[in-house]
Nanobody, 125 residues
Framework: QVQLVESGGGVVQPGGSLRLSCVAS????????MGWFRQAPGKEREFVAG????????FYLPSVMGRFTISRDNAEDTFYLQMNNLKPEDTALYYC??????????????????WGQGTQVTVSS
């Protein structure tokens, strides 16, 4: 099992930036893919960004490409989501998640086994 704890959310004006952190503990060596997801009120949870831990490949929701960057600090077992040029439509509860079963990267929430508690991001003027 893997335990995940997110932090870094907050309130920011449009055009601003935030960096979310996800500290992982437990069986990190078993993780194939780490992902960031978000869920806005009344909407389904959606994939935002992911990174394959085997080869470092990154993949993104098209609407965040060029604005968001996923990264990893290997020494600290911490994953980050740098979010720049934030827009009101980015407002949501953001979660990090770990896929411990699939070598091929997935963007489906149901394919991820471990989840953090979420951190709120609000983009508003």
């Amino acid at each position: 099992q893997v335990q995940l704890v997110e932090s870094g959310g907050g309130v920011v004006q449009p055009g601003g930036s935030l960096r979310l952190s996800c500290v992982a503990s437990g069986q990190i060596v078993s993780v194939y893919t780490m992902g960031w997801f978000r869920q806005a009120p009344g909407k389904e949870r959606e994939f935002v960004a992911g990174i394959s831990l085997g080869n470092g490949n990154e993949f993104y929701l098209p609407s965040v490409m060029g604005r968001f960057t996923i990264s990893r600090d290997n020494a600290e077992d911490t994953f980050y989501l740098q979010m720049n040029n934030l827009k009101p439509e980015d407002t949501a509860l953001y979660y990090c998640a770990a896929d411990l079963q699939r070598w091929a990267p997935s963007t489906e929430p149901a394919d991820f086994d471990s989840w953090g508690q979420g951190t709120q991001v609000t983009v508003s003027s």
